[in-house]
């Protein structure tokens, strides 16, 4: 890639005396010399990202970021080298070549399919649709990758276009050969006009009735109405009008010998008379910063600015570059000194007469006035006084070491210094006050003389010299200039370490403002709150605040008509006749309007144009790949580098970039002039990596942000992290699930252990201690049968016997039936209870009830032990309704529903309170004790019409398990 360097293809001498508001212009011409591939430039454009692209003849595509100019070939996929024509739409570059029409997009150039392989000589953007024309006749709908076709067939004409372009309106008009005019309206063509000069060959449709249109022979305005038309002026007689242009209200004309500009009502020829050239051009542009780019036939590209300086022209037999300074002794003209070409006087009507020419004395470093008296420093014969209109050297002059330049005045004495020593001049006699020192400026401040050497600041006192310390970097830099402001700041220049601002005169201040920091200073000028500052790289305008905080700052250099952008010492200077100011600069001198309005304007505009993630295949990281919307990247892409770049065709050399990575910090970075970051051992999260481009004090002027996200690898993904937290409660639940199945198969097999052992032991306790108390019962009753042999003592002894032995009996037989197994359902506690019931009140006038036993009951599972509280509690109750109770009937009952079990005993005696009777009564406290171990509910309601003991379980399945 080629670093451009810019050349200045001819001097500005354009300069209207008599009309002072007329703009001034000055051009730059970029050939094959700053990498263009070929000197004929046929087409321009500009993309979003602010590039400027230029077709040629025969050389191709380049691209032109302001420095350097990029190029495309056949190779990069051109159909042809020849650059017909270009546009921009929707992030898409479309070129017309000789030989169809390419389009390129994220930089990749491909053919457009609908279009084919015939010479593109116009188009004409709008929206996300370009308008083609051919030489064939036609015309071309065209969007991305599809188009339309309009000829003769389908409402249009067969013949060639030769110019379109949309109204204010957005109605489309179209010049076509012989002088037709067409409009485009509502997605169908209309016949619109037939213009009287055939010979045009281009328009600009003004408004929706007045048509500008360029012939062979001049411009002409026509008045469009109903097809009637009117001419209503001519303009630019003979001359051939090639395309017609508006930019920022203003009409440009693109004629066979340069172009001509539109100021007032007068049209002004630009050529080589007035910095262009004569060569007849191709194509003229205006880009978003103002300035009007032109292709030539010869010369290549022109970068045209209309800017607030003019150069001052000198005769050419004197052709003056170099300014050594500028200074007004007189009201009503203007010394400037030159290096070489001696010194002049420029009048308030700009009319330039040499004061002193060579070859006596050509070099002159500057001027000064004393006593009234001219002087001039020359390099060849010292000091010269003017006498008359001569200037002679003074008498008595010192050896110098070097040629003498005046470094300050105080009052009636002037500072002389060789850059060895420092002498005082007053009234034709030398003194020396100071040696072995590099003295460039001698500065009064109230009662000190401040001295600016190559090592700080110094300050003469009584003759002696003595080291100013203000503890900053200035201390040891070389000082080349002073300047007190109106608010009495002290502003010190230094060669290349920029600017330093001591408020209120204090050189001590902990905290002086610092500007420009790697700029060589030249000149320091303030002007109310405005400073300007001579650098070798223009002059630099700061606005301030009245605390010296910075609120704008701009550049004045070539790219907007100061062409000599090197400034020299002290050459600054605001006439008492005119509102200017003058610089003094390498390439001459300059004015500058500090009033007048210019369209031109620094817009830098800022992309991110590349992402390189390390982790990624090449394959997936395409040119412009991350631009989509949402844009995720995997979770090993640790490794993020961005790239990006500001493009300003005016200024493009000013931009800085910050940059911050929000999700890692929020915090900007350092301005910096490198256009890539690298950023690693990132971890998965959301960020949005933001970028601007400031100038140099910081201001934002544009900002790009792109938001992606690095995904959270599996493991540590909530789904993840979920599953895994679900399996291992699975895992638990599963070891959990087989200790309670081995310990349900171990409590089902003791459970079957306990029953047959239960079984066994009921077997066995019936056959050993049944029998034996069968037997005690069979004897008793034999011996009852004579008992009524016996004595009375002995027979009362002996019925007490055998009614305990029935009680052993029968209570034996309970306890052997309530370890049986075999009797653990709710159907035989019930038969129990039937039975018992019916023994227990035989012997009395009682009469009992119980219900049938039912399938259910016997299905019902009841654990032997809640059988055997159900069978107590009832028998409690039965023997309390027995003695208490004077019943004549008890009954019981058994009833369920879909979850309760009730069972209840019922008799009609007399009743009791029960509230006082549960006090005192051991067997109601027993049966409550025994229903809340079976985990059930004992009711008791008691009136005069009987008692009603009732025992509810809810969930009566519960009694199984």
């Known amino acids: 890639m080629v670093k451009t360097k810019i050349i200045l293809s001819a001097i500005i001498t354009l300069f209207i005396v008599m009309d002072g508001s007329s703009q001034h212009f000055s051009s730059i011409n970029y050939n094959i010399e700053h990498g263009l591939p070929q000197s004929q430039v046929t087409a321009i454009t500009q993309d979003h990202s602010g590039y400027l692209w230029v077709g040629t003849a025969s050389g191709g595509l380049s691209r032109f970021d302001g420095k350097e100019f990029v190029n495309y070939s056949t190779g990069h996929g051109l159909l042809s080298p020849s650059i017909k024509s270009l546009s921009w739409t929707n992030e898409r570059l479309w070129i017309g070549t000789s030989r169809g029409l390419n389009t390129m997009a994220n930089g990749k150039i491909s053919e457009h399919p609908f279009v084919p392989r015939i010479e593109i000589k116009k188009m004409l953007p709008r929206d996300t649709v370009v308008w083609a024309t051919t030489r064939h006749g036609g015309i071309y709908q065209l969007t991305d990758n599809s188009g339309k076709y309009y000829t003769e067939r389908n409402g249009f004409t067969d013949k060639p276009v030769l110019d379109m372009e949309y109204d204010s309106l957005g109605t489309l ?55 009637n038309i009117r001419l209503i002026r001519k303009e630019v007689p003979r001359a051939n009008v090639r395309e017609i242009c508006l930019f920022d209200n203003e009409l440009w004309l693109v004629v066979k010998n340069g172009l001509l500009w539109k100021q007032a009502d007068e049209f002004i020829w ?82 330039i007469k040499p004061l002193l020419l060579p070859p006596r004395v050509s070099n002159i470093s500057n001027a000064a006035s004393l006593k009234g008296e001219i002087l001039l420093a020359s390099f060849e014969q010292g000091i010269l006084v003017k ?14 070491a070097t040629p003498p330049f005046f470094a300050g005045q105080d ?42 050497t190559d090592n700080g600041l110094q300050q003469l006192i009584n003759g002696r010299v003595k080291k100013i310390v203000t503890g900053h970097h200035i201390d040891h830099q070389m000082i ?111 004015m500058y309007d500090t009033q ?43 490794t993020l580098n961005f790239e990006f770049e500001s493009v300003s065709l005016l200024m493009p050399d000013h931009a800085k970039y910050q940059y911050r990575l929000i999700g890692l910090s929020d915090r900007w ?4 002039e490198q256009t890539s970051i690298r950023f690693t051992n990132l971890v998965s999260g959301h960020y949005n990596f933001e970028v601007r481009v400031v100038n140099d004090i910081g201001l934002e002027l544009d900002r790009q942000t792109l938001v992606f996200q690095i995904l959270t690898p599996f493991w540590q993904t909530w789904w993840f992290r979920t599953l895994i937290g679900v399996l291992l409660v699975m895992a638990v639940w599963g070891v959990i699930r087989i200790r309670i199945s081995r310990a349900m198969q171990v409590q089902v097999l003791t459970e079957q252990q306990n029953r047959q052992m239960r079984r066994e032991l009921a077997k066995d306790f019936h056959d050993e201690l049944g029998n034996h108390l069968a037997s005690i019962i069979s004897l008793l009753q034999v011996i009852a049968m004579k008992a009524h042999d016996l004595p009375e003592n002995i027979s009362k002894q002996f019925t007490l016997l055998n009614r305990h032995a029935h009680d052993l009996f029968f209570g034996t037989k309970d306890f052997i ?11 035989w506690t019930m038969l129990y209870l039937g039975d018992f019931g019916a023994h227990f009140f035989s012997t009395s006038p009682i009469i009992f009830e119980s219900p049938e036993v039912e399938n259910w009951q016997n299905n019902l599972k009841v654990r032997s032990n809640f059988s055997r509280h159900l069978i107590l509690i009832f028998k409690e109750a039965m023997t309390n309704a027995l003695k208490h109770s004077g019943a004549s009937v008890v009954s019981m009952k058994v009833l369920k529903s879909s979850s309760d079990l009730t069972i209840a005993l019922s008799d009609n005696g007399n009743g009791f309170d029960y509230g006082a009777t549960k006090i005192s009564s051991v067997g109601l406290k027993s049966m409550e004790e025994r229903a809340r171990k079976i985990e059930a509910i004992l009711l008791v309601q008691s009136s005069s019409k009987g008692t009603t003991i009732t025992i509810k379980k809810e969930n009566y399945a519960h009694w199984a398990s």
Not at 210 to 222: C, H, I, P, R
Not at 417 to 444: A, C, G, I, K, M
Not at 571 to 588: A, C, I, R, Y
């Open 173 to 227: 008009w179209i010049l076509t050969a012989g002088g037709h005019i067409y409009h485009f309206e509502d997605d169908k063509f209309s016949f619109h006009a037939t213009l009287p000069d055939s010979t045009a060959q281009s328009i600009m449709p003004l408004s929706k009735t007045l048509l500008l249109a360029g012939t062979s022979y001049g411009l002409n305005t026509y008045h469009i109405e109903n097809q």
């Open 270 to 351: 630009l050529s080589s008379q007035n910095g262009f050239t004569n060569a007849p051009a191709f194509h003229i542009f205006q880009d978003r910063e103002g300035i009007i780019w032109a292709g030539t036939t010869v010369y290549g590209l022109f970068k045209f600015l209309r800017g607030p300086f003019r150069k001052l022209a000198f005769h050419p037999t004197s052709f003056v570059d170099v300014i050594t300074d500028i200074k007004q002794f007189d009201s009503q003209c203007v010394l400037v000194t030159t290096l070489g070409k001696g010194a002049f006087e420029v009048e308030p009507d700009f009319t």
């Open 387 to 400: 006498s008359g209109v001569a200037f002679k050297p003074l008498p008595d002059q010192p050896t110098y």
């Open 411 to 452: 009052d009636d004495k002037l500072f002389v210094s060789d850059r060895q020593s420092l002498f005082t001049l007053r009234e034709s006699l030398f003194e020396r006050v100071v040696d072995s020192l590099n003295v460039f400026l001698v500065y009064q401040i109230d009662s000190m003389l401040l001295l600016g």
């Open 480 to 590: 080349t200039d002073f300047h007190l402001d109106a608010d009495g700041n002290i502003l010190v220049g230094t060669l290349g370490h920029g600017l330093w601002i001591f408020p209120t005169g204090n050189l001590n201040h902990p905290a002086p403002v610092h500007l420009l920091p790697f700029d060589h200073i030249t000149f320091i000028f303030s002007e109310r709150n405005r400073l300007y500052c001579g650098t070798q790289r223009g002059v630099c305008v700061f606005d301030f605040s009245k605390r010296l905080k910075v609120s704008s700052q701009k550049w004045l250099n070539r790219n907007n008509g100061l062409i000599g952008i090197e400034t020299v010492n002290e050459t600054v200077l605001k006439p008492s006749f005119g509102d200017k100011l003058w610089f003094g600069t390498m390439n001459g001198l300059f």
């Open 596 to 638: 007048e309005y210019y369209p031109i304007q620094s817009i830098p505009i800022l992309s991110i144009i590349n992402m390189k993630v390390s982790e990624l295949p090449d394959s997936v990281q395409t040119p412009g790949w991350f631009k989509c919307a949402s844009l995720k990247l995997p979770s090993n892409a640790s």
């Open 669 to 672: 970075s350092d301005p910096m």
């Open 817 to 827: 039936a309530s370890i049986d197994p075999q009797h653990e359902t709710l159907g």
